[in-house]
């Protein structure tokens, strides 16, 4: 009985272990399907999302160090900056995604999937600026959906920031992404493709100090690319503080002035104005219009703004007081009487007749004034801008020896102001011309050169620099922009001081001559510079016109019928206080006819404006406006007058000669 038991259980227990074989066959064919489904079927998925799953190095940019003027007031600074970014990797649905960012952005969607594009390998996993500089309604829009919005992400980033826009900006200068060419060279070593720098003004030439240094953090961030955890940060350290020797108070001034003048059918003036402290060689002011804003060019600039400024005929990008040379006119006689004097070609009393034309080779120059100026001495000459005077006084001086004396007065040289492209300007003589065309030097051209007419080339910074080392004694300072540089916490790195180029060891009574007549131009009745004065203070200064085209082209036209790229160029240069001179001023207005009409006041508000500062002049009290009986129509205001100034002189040609208008 009990051993059929016993064979009875044999099958049971047979048929449980075949059971727990299967059991445990299905449970490893459950490990070995789900591990082909992971390896063979989804695993390059899940490659994908463990990568997505992973730690991120994101850069983190240093804030540009700022530029301040001489008084610590800020030019160019930071501002926080929101741009938006995609990661191609981590976009679901690019249709929906681009849709929503379209209509949150208030763009085209399809530009800006076009502009992500379909990066490969790596780049599938870098960020991609779409926007940048996002309003805070662009921003407040995204930060609400970007929940729902995979990959897509905001970053800050420091942006330069222009506190007074176009002021002073060819100065300044200007950001751009670093070119191809400057990434290979050693100044740029360790800059990469994308960075922006500075590309023209002080921002190109103070770059290293001004760059700082990038930081980065390691970030923790999910398969929607959002950041769940910062695993470490090294935090940037901002740009060195690059201290100009500008005063903002006479840039506004001198750049106001600069716009406010009214030319006839000429709704935009151009020019340059500069203002040198002839101690020093310090830049207090320096304008060149049209301008830009140079807010434009720190981000993306639009391509609707770039070839606006880069077509326009007045080349607004251009800056005119270092890049454009003019002939400098009349104001070119205060050197040529340096040099004389000098020389001993002349003294404070030697006297040149003028009847109105100075004949020299059989042909006759004639002088701005039809009837002539009579018997002048220097001081007259230059009070009353006689060109016969000059013209006898530059043949005796003969070009050599004014080529040497006003070349060493800083004129025919770039200034070594450190911007790029400085032109350096033409002081001719016979080796030069041999040089530049090939051709001797005719006796008959040094007339002509003798008022500043001929071959001879300025800028308004030149012009400048020689008028401050006719007011200091002869010394050629080099024009100094910055004054040092500082660490953001205001301790000094870097000091740049004074620099004497050259020194012409001319007389103080010689120079103390020369000073004299130009104080006479805006003093004394008769003076063409009148419109320069400044109550209280003795100024000193010289007006100038210099031809654009040959008379003939303009000859019976009334000034306001000439289009304006025919118009000759106005000039005023001064210096003040003449008995113990501290600042030296240029103004240039392109095309602006006379000196004495429309660049002495420029000079004037400026020269009122620095002695203000001091407290040696007070502001001029407004005009107080005249009773007006009740029901009487309001008086026209009186026109402005020139005190001291002659009338506009007009234009005379002579066969063959020159003829320089005040």
Sequence with gaps: MARTLERGSEPVQAGRVRLAMVGVALVFGLFAGRLFQLQLIEGEELLRRSERNSVRTVRLEAPRGEIVDREGRILATTRPAFGLEVVPDDVRDRGRTFAALGQLLGEDPGALEKALGKPSRAGRFKPVRLADDLSPDQL????????????????????????????????????????????ERDEFDGYRSGDVIGQSGLESTFEQSLRGVAGGRNVVVD???????????????????????????????????????????????????????VRTGDVLAMVSQPAYDPNDFAGRIDSATWKALTSDEWVPLQNRAIQNQFPPGSTFKAFVAAAALHEGVVNEHTTVFCPGSYWYGGRAYRCWRRGGHGTVNLHEALRSSCDVFFYTVGVKLGIDRLHSVISTLGLGHPTGIGLAHEAPGVMPSPAWKKKRFGERWYPGETVSVSIGQGYDLVTPLQLAVGYAALANGGKVL?????????????????????????????????????????????????????????????????????????????????????????????????????????????????????????????????????????????????????????????????????????????????????????
């Design 478 to 662: 080099r024009p100094r922009l910055v004054l040092r540089v500082e660490d953001p916490s205001g301790r000094e790195l870097e000091a740049f001081p004074a620099e004497v180029r050259a020194n012409l060891e001319i007389s103080p009574q010689h120079m103390d001559a020369v000073l004299r007549g130009l104080e006479a131009v805006v003093s004394e009745a008769g003076g063409t510079g009148g419109r320069a004065r400044v109550a209280g203070v003795r100024v000193g200064g010289k007006t100038g016109t210099s031809q654009v085209v040959r008379l003939e082209r303009t000859l019976g036209m009334a000034e306001g019928a000439i289009p304006k790229r025919f118009r000759d160029h106005g000039w005023f240069a001064a210096v003040a206080p003449i008995e113990a001179p501290e600042i030296a001023v240029a103004v240039l207005v392109e095309h602006g006819l006379h000196g004495s009409t429309f660049a002495a006041p420029i000079a004037q508000r400026l020269l009122q404006r620095y002695f203000e500062k001091s407290g040696r002049v007070a502001p001029p009290a407004p005009p107080a406006a005249p009773a007006v009986p009740a029901g009487a129509p309001a008086a026209a205001p009186p026109a402005e007058a020139a005190p001291g100034a002659s009338p506009s002189p007009g234009l005379h040609a002579a066969a063959g000669g020159t003829v320089a208008v005040d």
């Design 223 to 277: 398969v929607a690319g959002r950041e769940m955890d910062v695993l470490e940060e090294v935090k940037p350290r901002p740009g060195r503080r690059v201290v100009l020797a500008i005063d903002l108070d006479l840039q506004r001034v001198a750049e106001q002035a600069l716009r406010d003048v009214e030319l006839p059918n000429d709704p935009r003036p151009t020019g340059a104005v500069v203002a040198l402290d």
């Design 140 to 183: 407040a829009r995204v930060e609400v959906h970007r929940y729902a919005l995979a990959g897509v992400a905001t970053e800050v980033e420091p942006r330069r920031h222009y506190l007074e826009g176009d002021l002073a900006a060819h100065l300044l200068g200007s950001l751009g992404e670093i070119r191809a060419d400057q990434l």
